[in-house]
């Protein structure tokens, strides 16, 4: 174990580095630059690939191709960005390429608010590229939970065959925090499956019985094989409109019939709670600061906090729903995730959103006074 | 019976492809599939990357490691492939509205850094695939469905673009004159940096019917006329280079290759340990 003083930006490389990433390619947009610099200086060290693309269309299609040829491959952008990204990033749902696709978020619409903090794409991560998928997003809380998640991340694109967004916090991104880094012996790695079968026998998109992804060739290594966006059928090849009901529900069911293995939370004093506040990121931790003063009050409050954000810890916050009177959504948007818990939880439970769109942070005190207000009603 | 190119480069069970009859592509592509043949490259060390659009659906054809990506963007995911993996050849096919138009900034970029890609634009002058619209190579005047009354826009050589921008090698080959594509091409691949080999093919159903530029046969007789080999190119006067094109190498210069360039770097990094 090391301990580093660390910032997040950092953390997140540092974390995809030791998942084997060797391939990054963005276009520096704030604030996730840092991971690009950080990416340039450290990737040549280990024989790995960054390149600056002309801009962030390109850098999402660069990192699936090199992705292709078998490299683990990351790229990182900020709101507007991260519109542009979600062209390629359906391609790679569709094609089923492991990548990971960090979101330093920041206000929009549109330009919005570049250096300022903001929880806006929590739906951009959902649906932001067309058409019916499903899509694993993660949202770690802390620069430790940045290093570990981003691990994570590139373990579920590999498993998965799918890209993963990993979903950050400006005030995150920028913090510095003391980290622990754990030891080699205590990180899993996982590696997408390569095919054993005789080049003339595989077939890209041919499901082996009891896997759940096709083994991925890596361009080059003797397997010819045909990769598209359109719908295709086992063998890559575009198929009509009667295959694409079975490859997108194939491609569905992959991420949600394992929601158990993707799905993490952290649950925080909710054993006796009769409020739940559900909050993630940087708001996860002004809720517990609040959560610790008003107890100190008398107040059964507790946090429930998705770190899988993508696909929704349904299971979870339906039992959370049975249990509590009230489910408070923190978040610093217009009410984004307050949707799908609502969805979730609002036939079984009172569920309320708390948002806020001006770029400052959620501080503790505000939510003790929203709890309050609500419980006084 | 397929001949012995179709037999060891496409897909047959891929095979009939589906461009209109009198359509150039099959001939370009050939002549790209000549190329590799005759430069006795591994398949296995192939990577044919292709766009959206009539030619970009000829990866699909062909037995190599292929891609087929988005509208415009093939250059990117060849950028990705080529840096990647250096020791792959490469080659993206595109055609004129998806390389010039919506890709046309990956286009001036991969020229930009002279990375080891050849590149072979079907310039059919128009949309095919989507029925007839103008693209940026659409001479000034001449009728798209979305250039009903005559195009305004004024057209690309991008030719003289890509070598503006940088690209190594660059040359314009016609479907006519399939032989000499496939010398241009086999050029390109051999050339460490950015090639651009434009193939001013034909596009009968919708630029031809358009603008009334009569059969699939007297189209191809017109690129045959209109194509003026570079040397003789120089000794016409302006008048004269109306409606024609020159065809052949037009720039081979040596400059630096940007995978080989990175690979220094990285090689810095082993010697200080």
Not at chain 1, 231 to 250: I, W
Not at chain 1, 262 to 285: P, W
Not at chain 2, 163 to 178: C, F, I, K, L, Q
């Amino acid at each position: 174990m090391t301990i580093k003083l660390m910032q997040g930006n950092e953390a997140c490389v540092e974390g995809a580095l030791r998942a084997g990433m060797r391939f990054y390619a963005g276009y520096p947009i704030t604030p996730s630059t840092e991971i690009a610099e950080i990416s340039s200086i450290k990737l040549p060290k280990l024989g790995g690939k960054f390149i600056q693309m002309e801009d962030e269309i390109s850098g999402m299609a660069a990192t699936i191709g090199a992705s292709l040829t078998g490299l683990k491959s990351m790229t990182a952008t900020s709101g507007p960005g991260f519109s542009l990204k979600q062209e390629n990033l359906g391609f790679a749902v569709i094609g089923e390429i492991p990548c990971v696709i960090v979101n330093v978020q920041r206000g929009g619409p549109s330009t919005g608010l570049p250096t300022a903090p903001a929880q806006g794409d929590i739906m951009q991560a959902r649906w932001g590229t067309h058409g019916d998928h499903a899509i694993i997003a993660l949202y770690p809380n802390s620069v430790r939970e940045i290093y570990d998640t981003t691990i994570r991340a590139f373990n579920l694109a590999e498993k998965y065959r799918t890209p993963v967004i990993l979903l950050l916090d400006e005030v995150i991104g920028h913090m510095r925090e003391k980290i622990e880094i754990p030891e080699d012996s205590e990180v899993d790695i996982i590696n997408r499956k390569k095919p054993t079968c005789p080049p003339e026998e595989y077939k890209a998109y041919e499901l082996k019985e009891g896997d759940f992804v096709p083994e991925m060739a890596p361009f080059g290594a003797g397997y010819r094989y045909h990769v598209t966006g359109l719908v295709h059928d086992e063998t890559g090849f575009p198929a009509g409109a009667d295959k694409a009901e079975d490859l997108l529900n194939r491609l569905i069911s992959k991420i949600e019939d394992n929601v158990d293995d993707i799905c993490t939370y952290e649950e925080y004093m909710l054993e006796d709670a009769d409020t739940a506040i559900v909050t993630f990121g940087c708001t996860s931790r002004s809720a517990k600061s609040a959560i610790k003063s008003l107890r100190k009050e008398g107040y059964k409050v507790g946090m429930f906090r998705p770190i899988t954000i993508w696909p929704s810890p349904e299971k979870q916050l339906i039992e959370l729903s049975k249990k509590v009177k009230r489910i408070v959504v923190v978040e610093m948007n217009a009410g984004q995730y307050f949707l799908e818990v609502d969805r979730i939880s609002g036939k079984n439970t009172i569920v309320e959103k708390y948002g806020r769109l001006n770029g400052e942070i959620i501080t503790p005190d505000e939510i003790i006074s929203v709890i309050k207000e609500g419980h006084n009603a | 019976m397929p001949s012995n190119l179709i037999k060891e480069y496409y897909r047959e069970d891929k095979l009939p492809h589906i461009w209109c009859p009198g359509c150039g592509n099959g001939i370009v592509t050939r002549s790209i599939v000549k190329a590799i043949d005759a430069l006795g490259l591994d398949k296995n060390d192939v990577c044919i990357v292709s766009g959206i659009g009539c030619s970009s659906r000829a990866s699909g054809y062909l037995d190599f490691n292929t891609l087929h990506t988005t509208h415009g963007r093939a250059l990117a995911f060849a950028t990705g492939i080529k840096m990647a993996n250096p020791k792959l050849h490469v080659i993206v096919i595109t055609g004129d509205g998806d390389c010039s138009a919506i890709g046309g900034n990956h286009l001036i970029h991969a020229c930009r850094r002279n990375i080891d890609i050849t590149t072979i634009l079907y310039n059919n002058n128009i949309y095919g695939m989507t029925g007839g619209q103008y693209s940026p190579t659409t001479p000034t005047g001449d009728k798209g469905t979305t250039a009903p009354y005559g195009n305004v826009d004024p057209n690309f050589d991008l030719c003289e673009l890509a070598h503006a921008a940088g690209a190594s090698y660059v040359a314009r080959g016609t479907a006519y004159g399939a032989i000499q594509l496939q010398k241009l091409i086999e050029n390109g691949i051999k050339n460490k940096g950015f090639s651009l080999i434009e193939a001013i093919t034909a596009c009968p159903t919708y630029y031809g019917r358009k603008n009334k530029k009569g059969s699939a046969v007297n189209m191809m007789k017109t690129v045959k006329e209109g194509a003026v080999i570079n040397k003789a190119w120089d000794k016409l006067n302006d008048e004269q280079r109306e409606g024609k094109f020159t065809i052949g190498e037009l720039y081979n210069e040596s400059k630096p290759e940007y995978t080989e360039q990175y690979a220094k770097i990285i090689a810095s990094f082993k010697k200080e340990d």
